[in-house]
């Protein structure tokens, strides 16, 4: 996945490199082209026009044909459409190209400024607004992708963890926001501190309701560059988040009673209101989960047509949207829930690259729309007719704005103080507080208002404006020095571990553990008893059979970090030229020098540790030097190992390996859909790679020669530790003489009770590579291949000794983990199991390795 | 249950300054302890074992001996004993115990201290400093034995993989010839710094036994 990840980052960085290299010194100039083309648009449009009345009378009395037309109302719409996605993403790359700049101010403020200068183009081309965001625009084509994206990926333990809060703010906040400045504003209009104008209380409470809006698409720009610690920062976005749709909700309460009219109003319209308040926010909500969850339940039986997969969850997603605007329910807050409900059973029932491809056509869609917008508000403000200028209430708005959110946050934090176990600190409720940036909903809300009723839209609208710019570019500006200045405590930036993460299972489940015995009944009790809940019936409904066994998070985190290393791995060593790097290690010589010091001691222990170099060289029946030793320990695994080592090869080799057929089809993006085969093909290259350098590290004699092979009585090892026998054998390697079959017999005979068949198999190992035995006969049982036979029978074979077990080897710092993935050849869990077999192909595809290094 | 009556308040004051639970919260489980006990005054392995929403939890086992460890009663003794009383139950239990506002600097950092350690000596079985890697996996193995698809291979090799990461963080420069003998405490500390475990290893202990959520701690 990691892999796939930095293939598509670098086709990314690719192309923008592209795009910079041929465009950055003109973007300029191009997106000024580009506009004055989009704003030629009626000139053109005129023009075009012109010419297809022309060619429309042309046709019917000229005969002959034109070879080309120009058609531009044609295409006029799309390719509008088509030119400001492209400005604005071109803006994007402008701006982000100067890191500098965008350090000190966030890039939602520059998108601002940009759209500035863009609408002051337009302006003086057109001398009227031409563009603007719309309404229906907004709603419907920008803003849904970026919450869809805000819910899927939202971080969900922490949301939950913290809904309580989340909630409090985004519903009492914005209620106490739109009630305080309507009340405010009302009063001072009453005061006469704005002049005259024509508004009533309930209009008041409208525009209220829409300035209330923390918009999330702004908060998130500027805190995802802040980096504030996750508490604050999950409860400013999930406010923010939800308090859209609550806005919405209040929003349209507060219309229907505007248009009701004041004195229509009375005790019964009110509580209808707020009862349409709450059905409205949790009909969407639920809204959003019941489409979450068709999505799962999608996704488990979608295995055929990966290639579209990706599709269903922006399809749904977007569904869930409409369906909740349709039934005039919060389609925010049902577009978010969808996202949240359904990112685990997605992610877990959607093959790898699927799941890539949603994270970044997510991600493309969000941050474009995102940009769009940004762009749009700027240029919206270019426009004359918009503006009816009253300081008073602009002021007062924006003052308001500001201490209502401040001291609302205060209250209510105080209060939810009362209940959180850790409370959150004073300065913390302060950024929570700046963080109450406004944006595009507020606006989009803004130029929904009917101005039939509301006579003062105008007025309104550009104190929207106003407000937004305030918040985004002066508080977005401020954000990051202030935080700096607070000395607020920020997410340390760390990197996944997997001891932390085991760690944290361990620690939550002793919490789970401690409420139970101490009998209270908390936040972990509950969360355990949903776990519970939902490991039996969830996953069960939702998940694919495969997905459920890789639900296990740390089992994941585990797999994700050996991906990772094994890159890392690669990259390091294609970045020395070679993957040589591990042999001047030496940490071989070094183990046997050991090996010879504290022989009775701590072999066991050096050979669980390394068991896996020597392990590749046993298998190699050429070069059978010096490791018998470990035998002892591996022999358990080992016989397992050899027995899917075996299999795959049976599978893989002994048929000829499927063509590459380089086809272009629309169903099928990998050629290759043998999910085995490719891991095969994948694990094998890099054992390939490993095992060779291992081998050539330990310095392995070329072609001893071999036979011998049933030396039984070498199987006669105790299979705890220091049996006599390691000590002979090693003795024996160094003689140069004694060779490994002794272990593979041994290997045969401890696995005799459990794998009868493998006697056979065994008998011919020792003369040839064990490998290209033609004797598939004995592999009958076994056809399960290991990756799936998770249960294979392991706890018969012998267990390594313990004293084998309780150290760990050193391993090169740099490869933190890979030294796992290797030890873990020994288990049979898939993917080891899946790779060892690769190491035994080594000798095909590899020389043999040079001559030992005297290691006595 | 009716029996925590019997107590003096005397004797809870004298409890509530050892742990720092309030007067309450020693009623509330005092009557849990009872609850789990039958009434006895000591309370046994078995005892919790039965605790029904318990089954579930994988790390049971470790749980439970935490409760009869020595080293977790805040004396210098070490071992475990085959049945504890209500002071060492509460002594178990208030390393669980939020801090309030009024906490200073140093008793928090004393407290963190205390609760790694708690969790610390859960791993380390036989009380010798360290976290072998035998100790570790067991705990990992346990672990993750709920997860069901997870074999005790895998368990073996994530606590491998585990352990090798700290052996990596923690002594990035080792001799080929060293082995890492297992995790010390310092080490653990380490480890656990990015988890913010003193801001979270809470349990909320109620002062009454309705929920109304008040627990015990000094408002803002």
Known sequence: ?856 | MGASQTRTEHKYQDLADKTGFSLEQIENLHKRFQQLSNNEETINREHLDSIPSLANNPIRKQIIEAFFDKRNQHQDEVGSCEEIGFEQFLMVMSHFRPPSLKTTEEEKEAMRKEKLRFLFNMHDTDNDGTITLVEYRKVVEELLSKSGDIGQEAAKAIADAAMLEVASTNVPHMDPDDFYEGITFEHFEQILKGLEMETRMYIRFLDVETPTLRCGKSTS
């Not at chain 1, 050979?607 to 170099?613: C, I, K």
Request: charged share 20%; proline share 4%; with cysteine.
């Open chain 1, 1 to 856: 996945m990691q892999r796939c990840g930095y293939v598509h980052l670098w086709l990314l960085g690719s192309v923008l490199l592209i795009c910079l290299i041929s465009g950055v010194t003109s973007v300029k100039g191009d997106v000024a082209l580009l506009h004055q083309e989009s704003h030629l648009k009626p000139l053109s449009e005129f023009k075009s026009n012109l010419n297809q009345t022309e060619q429309g009378n042309g046709s019917r009395v000229i005969t002959g044909i034109s070879i080309v037309t120009f058609k531009w109302n044609h295409v006029k719409t799309p390719y509008l459409v088509a030119l400001w996605i492209l400005v604005a993403v071109l803006a994007k790359l402008v701006i982000e190209s100067f890191p500098s700049v965008t350090n000190v101010i966030p890039e939602s403020a520059l998108l601002i400024c940009f759209g500035w200068i863009l609408g002051g183009i337009i302006w003086a081309a057109d001398l009227q607004q031409t563009f603007s965001l719309t309404p229906t625009v907004f709603f419907y084509f920008l803003l849904p992708q970026i919450i869809l994206d805000a819910g899927y990926s939202m971080p969900n333990k922490l949301f939950f963890t913290n809904l309580g809060g989340i909630l409090l703010y985004a519903i009492l906040g914005t209620v106490w926001c739109a009630a305080t400045l309507g009340l405010s504003l009302w009063g001072c209009q009453a005061g006469g501190a704005m002049g005259a104008l024509d508004i009533g209380l309930l209009q008041y409470l409208l525009f209220g309701s829409l300035i209330a809006a923390v918009d999330p698409v702004a908060v998130l720009a500027v805190f995802e560059q802040v980096h504030v610690n996750e508490v604050l920062f999950i409860m400013v976005f999930g406010e923010s988040l939800l308090n859209d749709g609550v806005t919405v909700v209040l929003f349209n309460v507060f219309d229907a009673f505007v248009k009701l009219g004041g004195p229509r109003i009375n005790a019964v319209e009110i509580i209808k209101g707020i009862i349409s308040f709450f059905v409205v926010a949790f009909g969407g909500s639920l809204v959003g989960l019941a489409f979450g969850l068709l999505v799962s339940l999608l996704s488990k039986y979608t295995k055929n047509i990966q290639i579209i997969e990706p599709g269903f969850i922006f399809v749904l997603g977007y569904l869930s949207y409409l369906t909740a605007d349709m039934l005039s329910l919060s389609a925010i807050l049902s577009v978010t829930f969808c996202g949240v409900s359904c990112q685990k059973y997605l992610n877990s029932n959607m093959a790898e690259s699927s799941v890539n491809t949603v994270r970044y056509v997510m991600k493309v869609f969000a941050n474009g729309s995102e940009t769009i917008i940004f762009v749009f508000l700027g240029i919206s403000a270019i426009d004359k007719t918009i503006w009816v200028w009253n300081t008073g209430f602009v002021l007062l708005t924006l003052f308001f704005t500001l201490v209502y959110r401040f001291i609302g946050t205060f209250i209510q934090t105080w209060w939810l103080n009362q209940y959180r176990l850790v409370p959150i600190a004073f300065i913390d409720q302060l950024i929570m507080s700046y963080g109450g940036l406004r944006g595009a909903v507020a606006y989009g809300l803004a130029t929904m208002l009917d101005d039939q009723r509301i006579k003062e839209k105008k007025l309104m609208i550009g104190t929207t404006l106003i407000v937004v710019y305030f918040t985004v570019i002066l508080q977005g500006v401020t954000m990051k020095p202030f935080v700096t200045w607070l000395k607020v405590k920020r997410a340390a930036v760390a990197e996944v571990t997997l001891i932390e993460k085991v760690q944290n299972k361990v620690f939550e489940h002793s919490l789970v553990a401690i409420e139970d015995i101490s009998g209270q009944i908390g936040d972990n009790y509950l969360r355990g008893k949903w776990k519970i809940f939902e490991e039996k019936w969830m996953s069960r409904f939702l998940l694919t059979s495969e997905a459920r066994k890789k639900q296990d998070y740390i089992f994941n985190v585990f797999h994700q970090l050996n991906l990772k290393d094994a890159v890392d791995y690669v990259d390091e060593g294609e970045r020395r030229g070679s993957l040589e790097f591990v042999r001047n290690e030496s940490a071989f010589i070094n183990f046997k020098k050991k090996l010879g010091d504290e022989f009775s001691e701590v072999l066991p222990d050096i050979m669980a540790a390394a068991s896996d170099d020597p392990d590749a060289m046993r298998r190699d029946p050429v070069s059978s030097v010096s490791l018998q030793m470990h035998e002892k320990t591996m022999q358990g695994t080992r016989e397992t190992e050899d027995i899917d080592a075996h299999h795959l090869l049976q599978q893989h080799l002994y048929k000829g390996r499927k063509q590459h057929l380089h086809r272009y089809s629309r169903n099928h993006l990998d050629i290759n859909t043998d999910d085995n085969e490719v891991q095969e093909i994948f694990q094998r290259t890099m054992r390939n790679r490993l095992e060779s350098f291992k081998s050539a590290k330990m310095g392995l004699a070329p072609a001893k020669t071999i036979t011998k092979h049933t030396k039984k009585d070498q199987q006669q090892k105790m299979p705890n530790g220091k049996s006599t026998d390691t000590s002979k054998n090693y003795y024996a390697n160094n003689e140069g003489f004694e060779l490994s079959e002794g272990d593979n017999a041994s290997g045969s005979e401890a696995s005799g009770g459990s794998f009868p068949f493998r006697v056979n198999y065994k008998a011919g190992a020792g003369i040839e590579n064990p490998t290209f035995m033609p004797d598939p006969d004995p592999m009958a049982p076994m056809q399960i291949p290991p990756w799936q036979a998770e249960d294979e029978p392991d706890g018969s074979t012998v267990s390594p000794s313990q004293r084998a077990q309780v150290r760990l080897p050193w391993t090169p710092t740099n490869l933190r983990r890979l030294a796992p993935l290797r030890i873990s050849t020994q288990s049979t869990d898939s993917f080891a199991q899946a790779d060892t077999p690769a190491s035994q192909e080594k000798d095909k595809k590899w020389p043999p390795p040079p001559p030992p290094p005297s290691d006595k």
